[in-house]
């Protein structure tokens, strides 16, 4: 029974925000041994985008805490124990991890990283090998986030403090009680990168597994699916098929080559991983080209022998009701082939104190229960919801000029490749996604991609997490 | 920074001796891979003795706390987590627990404990298959164990057990220390069976690891391997020779049959784990006859395949010295070919404030480093020593009469298989043992095996712990 008001405001002086490295999203892992396998010697640039510019981060979290944190997590190895782990698993075939990448995991010490600030925002990033570069993402973004709350809980009265825990445990738990009356909704979490603190992932996954038992079906962070003996969930993200794809750019290669980059992508995935992580993200260039420029044999291979999607970007809706759609135009009916929609993006449950922030888990699930098999990564709202949990929500903070409701609305941050190395240069990288506001890279660049990919399908929706 | 004092006296209501089914000695898996492949069917009784029937057992544990402990362990289960470890650790080569042995773990529910008291000892027996039973031993073991201090700790003046808690800090502090001057001493923690509690073995490991270093290089206890991220330390024991050979004599085989039982064993054993791990323990039926009455070919293998022998009774100095000469005796220097001699029969390292409790690690280090290498299996002087720790030493405790000083002097307490099933009868099982006082087995049997297996070089000797 942890005191969270005293460990927030009174961290114990080795209460790094990330203290192992399998902290971290597992998929970091399963996208890692590709990279490591198939793109050795390309160096890339993750970045840190913090969507809020009316949120100054710089003045909230204190460089000399922010770097004292990441410094931590470069002098961490891998301990003898999270390898046997890794290389223990079978929960998606055995000897999923190979002897190769488990060494160089062994071996591996974090990429510097370079910070500098405007006093308003930080700029951080990391360049390097790619396969030790993209460890940093979800690191880099769990220790930012923790570190903006910790500062931010310090300002706060005892007593708000104190209540506001209260009433964010009693939140969650009628979140959970909520997915509880409907047996047939599985979720895992996806939280880790954006949650309140280390500790409050921890709390929030303990009640997950006492309230929901087999519904929880586990969570994305490594070192908590370890400790509290849950499955490590995770595939793949943008990275890949964005990385892969700016090399072909940088090549000049023709369109349809361009076009296949994604598709080849899938192919490398299967032979590395056999049935066990076949989940499609069709949306790094818009979900609609993604089906529409895809061969014969490619869109048999997909439909026939990969679960399903995960939908991260553009309606949920259309996007699950397009996939159905797809499949049925093959022949296959979703729901009698056992296949699945994932739903990762700003997900939320409703309760009777509190509105939703995000999509509601309970309406999807009614909306495609008979149509497909349904399940959810749900990230921030499960780990970090503390909205409504204060009296002086009205209040200004002071110095940061905003009020406290702002603070807790909801923290658009993205640790996201930048950047690719080819023939010494730096290319820019791009994400179109379904979601025109959750699409990265240079303007100019956006275009040249717009221009290979098209714009079919691509809407304007509000990021709340 | 545990308060012990508060902890023992007070423990919170799932504060079970054991909690883990890995926190066990790590020979058991080794083992029970092994029994589980080649004798699935034998049915074996393992029970608790102890050797000391002047502590009165039944008097101090309360049997309803002794079944509650019991009954806590009956209902776990493996983790998940726990079978990854076991699947993905390579210390002794990759694979080395097959899928059969993982699947049996993973269904495995702990079997049936048979417990009566007449007022002054406990009579505690398990009888079931071989595999299951022998998970029983250490585990037993340890909640017997921590059950007695519990129960005594709780009889002291707050003064006294605060301060016992100190100076056992110093003492185990001081020993770590003295092994610290010789940087060549390896030893290993063999102390979970006998323990003074599972939060103070952890302690000394945690100590041990911080003062040591890479001289301290493991842990028997699975579960604190895991944990503190060490070597789990194990091979084999007495119970596998024990048990074959009294299914020879329950087939009425001839003397060469019996004898050569134990070699047989050691044979599979190869097969079973390759280069792995390799250690002998020669003294079941006494070292003398083991080397004895080897013939040409298995005394060669042994030789020059396996690293070398551990030590768990009769006189050190002989026995190693025995062994180092049987080497010569085959060609072999011990100490050029990197020959091992591992010490586990009741070691101590002697402080300044406390005379030593058994062996001393030092000494035996001295007197063997350029003739064979060494290490050492430090059990329960590592994990529970509390002698001279007390201010009323001399004081009788009431309704047990003894003297604090008595209870803290070593507690020879085992686990031992007693009996094994043959044609729907039970059979003795018998240890000879270098030391007459070590032997187990009723004493009609125990002639037999001496009319088979000789007497030669077996000695009397104090049991310490």
Redesign the interface.
């Known amino acids: 029974m942890l005191n969270f008001a005293e460990r927030i405001t009174r961290p114990f002086s080795d209460d790094y925000p990330v203290r192992n490295l399998t902290d971290i999203d597992f998929y970091k892992f399963t996208m890692g041994q590709f990279i490591h396998k198939y793109y050795p010697d390309i160096n890339v640039r993750f970045s840190l985008i913090n969507r809020e510019k009316h949120i100054p981060l710089a003045k909230i979290i204190n460089e000399a805490e922010l770097r004292a944190s990441l410094d931590y997590v470069r002098n961490l190895s891998f301990?003898?124990?999270d390898?046997?782990?890794?290389?223990?698993?079978?929960?998606y075939g055995?000897n999923m991890f190979s002897?190769e990448y488990l060494s160089f995991l062994q071996n591996l010490k974090l990429p510097e990283y370079e910070l500098s600030s405007d006093g308003e925002q930080y700029e951080l990033s990391f360049f390097g090998k790619w396969a030790e570069v993209t460890m940093w993402e979800t690191i880099a973004m769990a220790i930012i986030t923790e570190l903006y709350y910790r500062s931010l809980m310090r300002r706060l009265p005892k007593i708000e403090l104190e209540n506001m825990y209260g009433l964010a445990k009693d939140k969650l738990y009628r979140k959970l009680l909520s997915i509880k009356e409907h047996q047939g909704i599985k979720f895992a979490d996806f939280g880790q990168r954006r949650r309140h603190s280390f500790l409050w992932q921890k709390y929030a996954i303990n009640m997950a597994s006492e309230v929901l038992g087999s519904q929880f079906t586990g969570t994305s962070n490594t070192y908590m699916a370890?400790?509290a003996?849950?499955?490590p969930i995770g595939t793949n993200a943008h990275e890949l098929p964005m990385v892969i794809t700016a090399l072909k750019m940088a090549e000049n290669s023709d369109k349809s080559n361009i076009l296949s980059a994604q598709y080849i992508m899938l192919e490398k995935w299967e032979q590395m991983y056999g049935k066990g992580l076949r989940v499609i993200l069709p949306d790094t260039y818009g979900s609609k080209q993604f089906f529409a420029n895809m061969d014969n044999k490619t869109a048999q291979r997909i439909a026939n022998d990969w679960h399903g999607i995960r939908h991260d970007s553009g309606s949920p809706i259309e996007e699950c009701g397009n996939f159905i759609s797809w499949l049925k135009g093959m022949n296959i009916d979703a729901k009698k082939a056992g296949k699945l929609c994932i739903f990762s993006d700003g997900l939320d449950v409703k309760t009777d104190a509190s509105s939703i922030n995000g999509t509601d888990i309970i309406s999807l699930y009614n909306k495609f229960k008979d149509d497909i098999n349904v399940a959810f990564g749900w990230g921030t709202n499960f780990t970090n919801d503390f909205r409504n949990c204060l009296s002086i929500e009205d209040e200004i903070i002071p110095e940061i000029n905003l009020k406290w409701k702002d603070v807790f609305k909801g923290f658009s941050l993205v640790c996201k490749v930048s950047g690719v190395e080819a023939d010494g240069n730096i290319l820019p990288v791009v994400k179109l996604s379904n979601n025109i506001n959750k699409a990265t890279g240079p303007s100019d660049e956006v275009e040249k991609y717009i221009d290979i990919f098209g714009d079919g399908g691509r809407i304007t929706q509000k990021v709340t997490v």
Chains 1, 2 share one sequence.
């Open positions: 301990r003898r124990t390898l046997y782990y890794l290389r223990g698993m079978d929960v055995q002897n370890f400790g003996d849950l499955i």
